[in-house]
């Protein structure tokens, strides 16, 4: 069974979350974390939103008071917070779930129960079932909750999108066709063995051969001497021939596969159905890089960007164009973020493969203003312009700050802009601080989860823990004004 509250009823040993001494010296992020908890624990409709959204993923249609223990909802929701806020992985999260004072407190944790185990596979499995959307939604309860004590702060905003990569290296042809004829190699091998096939009885030496083949393209593709382009070619169309060969292979045990299932005892079948799914993915997937590499390394051709797969492992992934000194191209996705006046992001999304900044600049400002009705003023940068944008978002908001993409029409506009214009403008940048606390201090430079929905999770994860840091910082500055973890650099936008 599960309970959402565990400091709902107070053990002896037990330190209520609201009365834990907090250290007005420290810099640590943790005070100001705990004390954002504290005020999410304090307010008793925010508390119950939350955990009835974290209980619809969690446990959805299963009832909660029977079965054997689980981790309780407000636990989930104080470890999702930590995750991200302190920039953990999942050991070291459990080693604070079990050592750190603070922390044990805010999971409702006495001291008399130091047997509490939060194995990381436990922590991993409750924390990843909490959904993408559902945590869009406790952000947005969150910032509810810190407008009270700052009810301007949604009058003010400025937007800007940055690139999340995603945990891939770097996209070569020869490196994607190597990944291919390994994985495919491994779960055909796997699947043979399931159904008592022979046709991959020489797996081993099909391994050797294909390593060979990758490395022979590799040592063409790296040498500089006048017959480059014939080497390479000639050595990349051998290696992709292999992978035909590999793919009809894997083809004919899929086939074989299909035509022994129904004799497969229901172990076997679970496990080779597995493995033909994971085989069949991979087969698919080396035969668009092959496809590829084929053209572009053997013919000379020029292949679209849409008929690439940058990744076997996350093929979601997008090679986005950024034109800077130190990132040229990257790969991930481009990720929307909104900052109010008090420091919280408000709003936060992955753009679609492909949208570019200035077609998702009016959507947003219509979902802002429908979100926030107070909302006045809203500031961009130059690559959200177009003259589109620029008609319909000053008829939305007459005072939005949108600056001309060209030289001389910028120029223009800065001579002719009014006080509150100039003012937007010149405050803007102070929404990069925002991206490099998301980047440096969250993790948001490179996202470690997998999957698409894995990659929404950890965006929606690390504004969420960014909020409630926020909200801390907010509480400080109400009850202690003088103290460290109140103090702040950051200027209203």
């Not at 409750?126 to 952000?139: C, D, F, G, Y």
């Not at 046709?199 to 393209?217: G, K």
């Not at 035969?287 to 076997?312: I, K, N, Q």
Request: charged letters at 25%; proline letters at 3%.
């Amino acid at each position: 069974m599960r309970i959402d509250d565990p400091l709902a009823q107070q053990r002896l040993d037990q330190v209520p979350l609201m009365t834990v001494s907090l250290n007005a010296r420290s810099r640590d992020e943790t005070v100001k974390l705990i004390r954002g908890l504290q005020a999410v624990y304090a307010d008793v409709e925010t508390r119950g939103a939350i955990l009835s959204l974290i209980r619809a993923d969690v446990l959805g249609e299963v009832r909660d008071d029977v079965g054997r223990p689980g981790m309780d909802l407000w636990s989930i929701f104080v470890l999702l917070s930590c995750r991200e806020g302190l920039r953990l992985d999942d050991d070291r999260l459990e080693d604070l779930a079990e050592n750190h004072r603070l922390v044990r407190a805010a999971l409702g944790l006495g001291e008399w129960q130091a047997g509490v185990v939060f194995d990381w596979t436990r922590i991993w499995r409750n924390v990843r079932k909490v959904q993408a959307s559902t945590l869009a939604e406790i952000n947005r309860r969150v910032v509810r909750l810190g407008h009270r004590g700052a009810p301007a702060a949604a009058v003010s905003v400025r937007v800007d999108s940055f690139v999340m990569a995603t945990n891939v290296h770097h996209p070569s042809d020869l490196r994607q066709i190597g990944d291919g004829l390994r994985l495919v190699l491994r779960h055909a091998r796997r699947l043979s063995s399931a159904i008592g096939s022979t046709l991959l009885r020489q797996h081993a030496h099909l391994s050797q051969r294909s390593r060979s083949l990758v490395l022979t393209a590799s040592r063409a593709s790296a040498s500089r001497g006048r017959d480059r382009a014939e080497r390479l070619a000639e050595a990349v169309g051998e290696l992709c021939n292999c992978a035909d060969e590999r793919c009809t292979q894997a083809l004919a045990l899929s086939d074989q596969f299909q035509a022994a299932a129904q004799g497969l005892d229901t172990r076997t079948l679970i496990q080779a159905s597995a493995a033909h799914q994971q085989m069949q993915y991979f087969v698919s997937g080396l035969a668009t890089c092959v496809h590829v590499g084929r053209e572009r390394l053997v013919l000379g051709r020029t292949v679209a960007l849409s008929d690439r797969l940058f990744s076997l492992f996350e093929p979601h992934t997008e090679l986005i164009y950024r034109g800077k000194a130190r990132a040229d191209v990257e790969f991930g996705h481009r990720v929307l973020i909104t900052e109010d006046a008090a420091g919280f992001i408000i709003a936060a999304d992955v753009m679609p493969n492909g949208q570019q900044d200035r077609d998702a600049a009016i959507p947003l400002v219509e979902s802002l203003k429908a979100a926030f009705p107070a909302l006045e003023r809203i500031s961009f940068d130059r690559g959200f312009h177009s003259p589109e944008n620029a008609r319909r978002i000053g008829e939305l908001l007459p005072d939005a700050c949108l600056p001309n993409s060209g030289d001389k029409a910028f120029a223009q506009q800065t001579a002719n802009a009014s006080a509150s214009w100039t003012w937007q403008r010149r405050h803007h940048p102070g929404i990069e601080a925002a991206i490099g606390s998301l980047q440096d201090n969250r993790g948001c430079r490179r996202c470690p989860d997998k999957g698409r929905h894995g990659y929404a999770r950890f965006l929606q994860t690390a504004v969420l823990a960014n909020n409630l840091i926020t909200l801390g910082r907010q509480c400080w500055a109400k009850d202690a004004p003088d103290a460290l973890p109140a103090r702040t650099r950051r200027k209203a936008a």
